[in-house]
């Protein structure tokens, strides 16, 4: 039996690639912050499985600056694979929080891939990246050699991060491999994502719990997969003949706008009559041109998302009416 460590296993990717994994019959073993033990949501349904936590998916307790514990946890259990997502992911919250998203994004990367360095046989590591290094690029679309031009204290982290990956892949023949993640989105993604609050609030809108939803910019463009599709990508990253940085994306670019057109029209309704600008969320910085070319992905390890921009869009509306409606009833 495969074992694999997770990093970030509380996350929407974490969630989603634990379960695929376990259908792989693989064991894992999740790494969780102390502070998460009261925002295990979306891995809930696995941890209250008598079959599965405990026996196949197991979970221990460590920050990511804490290299003595990560160590030892890596020791005890020997992994084949280590999935590195954990971070804080939110590019807005970098900027209130520049110094610990580094420390995390930056650092924590870098001190997990000296700990791997050490271990015997060496585990096969994918950290995940995000089309945030390329930032304000002079090329579109991006691909997996577009200079890095990061424009947000998230991007730099995750620049560093990734360039650290390359290193040591190159230095150290490590397995090491960067999935340069473009915005990949899902009913377990957090509520202050914006795909998320537009979802939310066209299914709270519908039922009458709300009549308002507060944004910036509709102009703000972006390339917005389906998470699902990307951690099929992830596990078969590092199941390629060699260790590769592959950008993962649909090549597609929409606008906050088409979130709206979409969602409200799925519920009956007309977005204008409820969206209202807040300077808030403008951001300082934003970048504007994010499209990824995932061409190589498609060569290398056969990868292309499945799941269409709309059917997304609608699917995640129908979770939130979902998710109300098991509310109401509990
Ligand atoms: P990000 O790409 O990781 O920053 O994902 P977000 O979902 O936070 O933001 C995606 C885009 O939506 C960015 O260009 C934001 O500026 C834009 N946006 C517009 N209104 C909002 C809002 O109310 N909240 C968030 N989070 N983003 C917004």
């Given at each position: 039996?495969?074992?694999?460590?997770?990093?970030?296993?509380?996350?929407?990717?974490g969630s989603y690639l634990t379960e695929l994994l376990l259908a792989?019959?693989?064991?894992?073993?999740?790494?969780?912050?102390?502070?998460?033990?009261?925002?295990?949501?979306?891995?809930?349904?696995?941890?209250?499985?008598?079959?599965?936590?405990?026996?196949?998916?197991?979970?221990?307790?460590?920050?990511?600056?804490?290299?003595?514990?990560?160590?030892?946890?890596?020791?005890?259990?020997?992994?084949?694979?280590?999935?590195?997502?954990?971070?804080?992911?939110?590019?807005?919250?970098?900027?209130?929080?520049?110094?610990?998203?580094?420390?995390?994004?930056?650092?924590?990367?870098?001190?997990?891939?000296?700990?791997?360095?050490?271990?015997?046989?060496?585990?096969?590591?994918?950290?995940?990246?995000?089309?945030?290094?390329?930032?304000?690029?002079?090329?579109?679309?991006?691909?997996?050699?577009?200079?890095?031009?990061?424009?947000?204290?998230?991007?730099?982290?995750?620049?560093?991060?990734?360039?650290?990956?390359?290193?040591?892949?190159?230095?150290?023949?490590?397995?090491?491999?960067?999935?340069?993640?473009?915005?990949?989105?899902?009913?377990?993604?957090?509520?202050?994502?914006?795909?998320?609050?537009?979802?939310?609030?066209?299914?709270?809108?519908?039922?009458?719990?709300?009549?308002?939803?507060?944004?910036?910019?509709?102009?703000?463009?972006?390339?917005?997969?389906?998470?699902?599709?990307?951690?099929?990508?992830?596990?078969?990253?590092?199941?390629?003949?060699?260790?590769?940085?592959?950008?993962?994306?649909?090549?597609?670019?929409?606008?906050?706008?088409?979130?709206?057109?979409?969602?409200?029209?799925?519920?009956?309704?007309?977005?204008?009559?409820?969206?209202?600008?807040?300077?808030?969320?403008?951001?300082?910085?934003?970048?504007?041109?994010?499209?990824?070319?995932?061409?190589?992905a498609h060569e290398r390890i056969g990868w292309k998302p499945r799941?269409?921009?709309?059917?997304?869009?609608?699917?995640?509306?129908?979770?939130?009416?979902?998710?109300?409606?098991?509310?109401?009833?509990?």
């Open positions: 039996m495969k074992r694999a460590v997770i990093t970030g296993i509380t996350g929407q990717d792989k019959d693989y064991e894992v073993h999740g790494i969780v912050r102390r502070s998460s033990s009261l925002t295990r949501s979306r891995i809930d349904h696995l941890t209250r499985d008598s079959q599965v936590y405990g026996e196949r998916l197991h979970l221990h307790y460590a920050d990511l600056d804490d290299a003595t514990t990560i160590r030892r946890i890596l020791q005890k259990v020997t992994p084949q694979e280590v999935y590195h997502l954990a971070g804080q992911t939110h590019v807005a919250v970098s900027f209130e929080v520049p110094e610990s998203t580094c420390q995390f994004a930056a650092m924590g990367t870098l001190g997990l891939l000296e700990i791997l360095r050490d271990c015997d046989p060496i585990p096969k590591f994918l950290h995940i990246s995000s089309s945030e290094i390329f930032g304000s690029p002079k090329e579109s679309p991006q691909n997996e050699s577009t200079p890095h031009r990061p424009i947000t204290p998230y991007g730099v982290a995750k620049s560093f991060a990734t360039d650290m990956v390359r290193v040591y892949r190159d230095s150290f023949e490590l397995f090491a491999c960067n999935a340069i993640c473009f915005n990949h989105e899902s009913p377990r993604r957090g509520e202050s994502f914006v795909t998320r609050k537009i979802t939310n609030a066209a299914a709270r809108i519908k039922l009458g719990l709300d009549d308002r939803l507060r944004l910036g910019s509709l102009e703000a463009q972006r390339d917005w997969g389906y998470a699902p599709d990307f951690v099929e990508a992830f596990w078969q990253m590092l199941q390629a003949d060699e260790p590769l940085d592959l950008v993962l994306a649909t090549g597609q670019t929409h606008q906050v706008r088409d979130w709206l057109d979409i969602a409200f029209r799925h519920v009956g309704l007309d977005w204008n009559d409820y969206v209202e600008l807040d300077e808030r969320y403008l951001r300082k910085a934003d970048p504007q041109r994010l499209v990824g070319d995932s061409s190589l799941i269409s921009f709309s059917l997304m869009v609608q699917l995640m509306v129908d979770a939130e009416l979902q998710l109300l409606d098991d509310h109401r009833r509990q």
